[in-house]
């Protein structure tokens, strides 16, 4: 079983930093890719950031502001945030791709909240 668990939501001022980290565990054979979701009220779940194989990939949204990087020896992604911007208020969740060893398959985190106010 693969877990996905997301830590470092919280409220900050808009201007401000955070950083969200992600760490995966369980029966991980190879991790293909992982990335950042968020979805806010009202919205789809949009795709943030990705990395995969060292390349990285961004929504136009927030390139200049959020890095993302990983690291492999810890099973571990982070996402760092900042210039926080009201409407980046939402639910990030941490996604992998990974496989077990029977193949590679979407594993989810549950969440957690970034809220940004003005």
């Known amino acids: 079983q693969v877990q996905l668990v997301e830590s470092g939501g919280g409220l900050v001022q808009a201007g401000g930093s955070l950083r969200l980290s992600c760490a995966v565990s369980?029966?991980?054979?190879?991790?293909?890719?992982m990335g950042w979701y968020r979805q806010a009220p009202g919205k789809q779940r949009e795709l943030v950031a990705a990395i995969t194989s060292g390349a990285t990939n961004y929504a136009d949204s927030v390139k200049g502001r959020f890095t993302i990087s990983g690291d492999n020896a810890k099973n571990t992604v982070s996402l760092q945030m900042n210039s926080l911007k009201p409407e980046d208020t939402a639910v990030y969740y941490c996604n992998g791709q990974i496989s077990g060893g029977l193949g590679f398959r979407d594993y989810w985190g549950r969440g957690t909240q970034v809220t940004v106010s003005s």
């Open positions: 369980g029966s991980i054979f190879s991790i293909n890719a």
